[in-house]
């Protein structure tokens, strides 16, 4: 499962949003273009203890240090996945081989 999902979308993906959360996951919104009111589950995000963040926007100096910083990080990456192929690297997940995360390049 995910450990971070952003939706910039809204209410549309916001249950698929939550849905592909792992335990201790974290959901960052910061769009509303589908809608802005959702139904919230509870026993759903305290069960798997998710986190989520509503942000909006920030500076460029913000995001190139944001950039930066995740470019910095060594994530072992088990799988690289096109956009197009996400329900493949969803299925992935619980792949018996897989050995690390699942990287969708969009």
């Known amino acids: 499962m995910a450990d971070v999902v952003l939706n910039s979308l809204g209410s549309e993906t916001w249950s698929p949003s939550l849905e592909a959360l792992g335990f201790n996951g974290r959901l960052v919104f910061f769009g509303t273009l ?5 139904n919230l ?13 509503g942000a909006t926007g920030g500076t460029r100096k913000e995001l190139k240090e944001l950039v930066d910083t995740a470019n910095s990080l060594r994530l072992k990456v088990w799988k690289k ?9 969803l299925k992935s997940l619980f792949s018996k081989e897989r050995d690390g995360r699942i990287l969708i390049e969009i």
């Open 34 to 38: 589908t809608g802005g009111s959702v």
């Open 81 to 89: 996945f096109k956009l197009e192929d996400g329900v493949d690297a």
């Open 41 to 53: 589950v509870l026993d759903r995000i305290y069960g798997k203890q998710t986190e989520i963040i």
